[in-house]
């Protein structure tokens, strides 16, 4: 049998649609002990969304102890936003509420990015992954429960609007 103290480092998943960090986690473990490895500790360095794809960093064995270094670092993120739909879970999850034939301009929305640049407060989603006394925020709101999050010091270094592969460009 392998020797689990031996099993330290990263995982770099490019996490495809659909798969929660929870289950990234669990595939994980579950290897590792199909593997012979035993009981072996993993942890990820930030929460992705079910519906987000990309970089989750997973972590094996000694390098857990680094997941919290992980979770404050800075991260950068690319995004695709679709305008003229509002959700009750502010993404593509929820049930259309508001919908809107308005389309802002380049022009207008590069206007507004100033306004999310810099260090700002913002209030988590009731649909995020944050922790409520044990509960996920997102379980207790599809539960009907009144989910209010405190706002969260933060800094946005950039915003930048960048072009999509196969779309025409905004006016």
Known sequence: MPDPARVNG?????????????????????????????????????????????VLPIAVGEATKLCGRMLDASK?????????????T????GKVIAESAVRPTRAQLEAVLPRFTGPIEQVPPAYSALMIDGQRAYD?????????LKSRSVTVYALEILPVPGRQKLP
């Open 10 to 54: 990263w995982i770099v998943l490019d996490k495809p649609l659909e798969l929660g960090s929870t289950q990234a986690v669990a595939a994980v473990k579950r290897n590792l002990r199909a593997g012979g490895f035993g009981k072996v500790k993993v942890g990820h360095g930030g929460t992705l969304d079910p519906l987000a794809t990309g």
């Open 76 to 88: 950068e993120y690319a995004f695709t936003v679709a305008f003229g739909r509002e959700t009750d």
């Open 90 to 93: 502010l993404d593509l999850e």
């Open 140 to 148: 207790l709101a599809r539960k009907g429960e009144a989910v209010e």
